[in-house]
């Protein structure tokens, strides 16, 4: 039984900053990844930032369009996984949801809906312009 819990979303004004949270319990990371995703309406859920686990590092994945603004990082001892997000863009409006994977991924990103098997409830994030 493994559950993500997100924590963190709110409203803010372009160029703002906000730190989601991830409270996952029932999984141990040493395969398969953990990380975050995004939907907004009428789009499809899309990887953002992901740790995949089982390559002797830590292997990070981030998608093109948050690079140099979103850092994921985490805390093993806690089990807890953020997402700290800069310079927010209206773009970024969306719901957030914490994902994992606990099979071996057989690439560095984890990206894909269709590698995830577990899901948070998701947290909304807000940008104005």
């Known amino acids: 039984q493994v559950e993500l819990v997100e924590s963190g979303g709110g409203s803010v004004q372009a160029g703002g900053s906000l730190k989601l949270s991830c409270a996952a319990s029932g999984y141990t990371p040493s395969s398969g990844c953990l990380g975050w995703f995004r939907q907004s309406p009428g789009k499809e859920r899309e990887g953002v930032a992901t740790?995949?686990?089982?390559?002797?590092?830590?292997?990070?994945y981030y998608a093109d369009s948050v690079k140099g603004r979103f850092t994921i990082s985490r805390d093993s001892a806690k089990g807890t996984v953020f997402l700290e997000m800069n310079n927010l863009k209206p773009e970024d409006t969306a719901m957030y949801y914490c994902?994992?994977?606990?099979?071996?991924?057989?690439?560095?990103?984890?990206?894909?809906?269709?590698?995830?098997?577990?899901w948070g409830q998701g947290t909304q994030v807000t940008v104005s312009s």
């Open positions: 740790i995949v686990f089982g390559l002797g590092l830590d292997s990070l």
């Open positions: 994902a994992a994977r606990k099979r071996t991924v057989y690439g560095p990103k984890c990206a894909a809906v269709s590698d995830i098997g577990y």
